[in-house]
């Protein structure tokens, strides 16, 4: 934990925090974490880039302006690496329809929330531009921009694919694009990361995040981002209402007509799909994190289906990209995660759980060196699960630096077995009664994996009798 993070909670709130969590990091290199005490609970953010910070914090301001729900930023530190914001709790879009993603169906409720979202970006496109200094933001969408993410497609995944193309001849579809894609230009503000993983829902509302890469651009871009997401995995009839949910709240600020909007989403669409797999590409090719080299397949399905109607004005492009969907590694997207985690918690009293898979190994992590809240009678009636519990260990900190540890192990292990494309692997918690440290420990783990990871968690508190799949 940074000391400069601390320092920040104790002078905003006067008093020094009791714990501090980090939380899953994502793509980039900023690190986040729970400060908690009792002064409340609030969010300090780690960067490494001073004018990235600076970028976020005056938008966050002029968003809050414009009546926008985004996350306040409450102080900065003086160097301005770091800075306090207000915590809106762990409800991230793209967790709270993950039953949807997983078996193709969306439920009303999950459909709900997805179109409220949506109907939420008019508001930060239009009333966001309003008064905006752009100069303090990332610029422009421009042609720069646009060569920047085009050789980010063709240098970091078409070239690793092995694919022989004629490069003359797709540098003269990329520019015939890049033209078109410049082809209007609109006083609109582009987050340029408009997807569930960058929209928390707080007291049932969408609040934005991440938007300090955004810039001056067009509204289709942001729209292409959400409903074509990857990993979300959206059927098709779905998108249609998504898309229909967004034109209907764009109303409020300009004219809408439908087919030409189309006509322009779906070139933003194959140009949002070739920044994804460039990014996909350096991410897992280069990076050699499994979890993008995962997702590539879901992009290329997505392509798959746009290229049902060719794209006639860039023919070299049109057939790569033909080529890369008939690619075999390329042609199916599992319905099952290849690793499956199973996690416990149990009381040693009662011995430790068999690995029934036959397999063997994993780890056995012995919590009885945290804290015991089940020595004071009140805690007995309860368990790890339990708000009370969890307030318990959580204040006295010594379960955060266990599990801190705890997650560097056993992140290191799935990130190899699924790079060896291993089935299994389990993890076990044992305390005295396998009611409260263990069960903390396995319910923490389990969110952090299933968050972090393209796995299958299943979960057992053996002394609870209690099962859950992740």
């Known amino acids: 934990m940074e000391e400069v993070l601390e320092k920040l909670y104790q002078s905003y709130t006067g008093v020094m925090p009791d714990s501090a969590a980090e939380l899953p990091g994502s793509g980039s290199h900023r690190r986040y974490f729970r400060l908690t005490g009792s002064a409340g609970s609030y969010m300090a953010v780690k960067g490494t880039s001073a004018e990235e910070n600076n970028t976020f914090i005056y938008l966050s301001d002029h968003f809050r302006s414009k009546g926008l729900n985004v996350p306040k930023v409450l102080l900065v530190s003086q160097d301005r690496l770091s800075y306090l914001q207000e915590d809106l709790g762990d409800g991230i879009l793209f967790d709270l329809v993950s039953a949807g993603r997983e078996n193709g169906?969306?439920?009303?409720?999950?459909?709900?929330?997805?179109?409220?979202?949506?109907?939420?970006?008019?508001?930060?496109?239009?009333?966001?531009?309003?008064?905006?200094?752009w100069s303090k933001t990332q610029g422009a969408f421009n042609a720069r921009l646009i060569d920047f993410d085009l050789n980010y497609f063709k240098y970091c995944f078409l070239k690793a694919t092995g694919l022989e193309f004629n490069e003359a001849l797709l540098q003269d579809d990329f520019d015939k694009l890049r033209e078109d894609l410049l082809e209007e230009d609109s006083d609109t503000f582009l987050h340029r990361d408009f997807q569930a993983r960058n929209?928390?829902?707080?007291?049932?509302?969408?609040?934005?995040?991440?938007?300090?890469?955004?810039?001056r651009g067009p509204i289709y871009y942001d729209v292409a981002s959400f409903v074509w997401q990857a990993r979300s995995r959206f059927p098709e009839a779905l998108r249609q209402e998504l898309i229909g949910t967004y034109l209907e709240a764009l109303k409020e600020f300009t004219d809408v007509d439908e087919g030409h909007f189309r006509s322009r989403l779906r070139l933003f669409v194959l140009f949002?799909?070739?920044q994804v797999l460039g990014a996909y590409g350096f991410r897992g090719y280069f990076e050699k994190k499994p979890h993008f080299i995962a997702s590539v397949p879901y992009a290329l399905s997505n392509l798959r289906t746009l290229l049902q109607t060719p794209f006639d004005d860039y023919p070299h492009l049109n057939e790569i990209l033909l080529q890369l969907t008939r690619m075999?590694?390329?042609?199916?997207?599992?319905?099952?995660?290849?690793?499956?985690?199973?996690?416990?918690?149990?009381?040693?009293?009662?011995?430790?759980?068999?690995?029934?898979?036959?397999?063997?190994?994993?780890?056995?992590?012995?919590?009885?060196?945290v804290n015991n809240p089940g020595k004071y009678d009140y805690y007995r009636q309860f368990n790890g699960r339990d708000p009370e519990v969890i307030k318990f260990l959580e204040d006295d900190g010594e379960i955060t630096t266990f599990l801190d540890s705890v997650y560097k192990l056993v992140?290191?292990?799935?990130?190899?077995?699924?790079?060896?494309?291993?089935?299994?692997?389990?993890?076990?918690?044992?305390c005295t009664g396998g009611?409260?440290?263990?069960?903390?420990?396995?319910?923490?783990?389990?969110?952090?994996?299933?968050n972090k990871y393209n796995v299958k968690v299943v979960l057992t508190h053996r002394e609870l009798n209690v099962e859950r799949v992740l």
């Open 272 to 274: 949002r799909t070739l």
């Open 435 to 450: 009611q409260h440290r263990s069960v903390y420990s396995a319910e923490h783990l389990a969110g952090h994996l299933a």
């Open 411 to 430: 992140d290191a292990h799935v990130e190899r077995f699924l790079e060896r494309k291993f089935t299994h692997l389990q993890v076990s918690f044992g």
């Open 199 to 215: 929209i928390m829902v707080s007291d049932g509302k969408p609040w934005i995040i991440d938007f300090q890469g955004g810039r």
């Open 105 to 133: 169906v969306y439920s009303p409720g999950e459909v709900d929330l997805l179109k409220k979202a949506i109907a939420q970006l008019p508001r930060l496109q239009y009333l966001g531009a309003e008064g905006m200094d």
């Open 328 to 369: 075999p590694q390329f042609n199916d997207i599992p319905e099952n995660k290849t690793l499956e985690v199973h996690i416990y918690s149990f009381a040693y009293k009662k011995g430790i759980p068999a690995d029934n898979t036959g397999n063997g190994g994993g780890y056995v992590f012995d919590c009885r060196s």
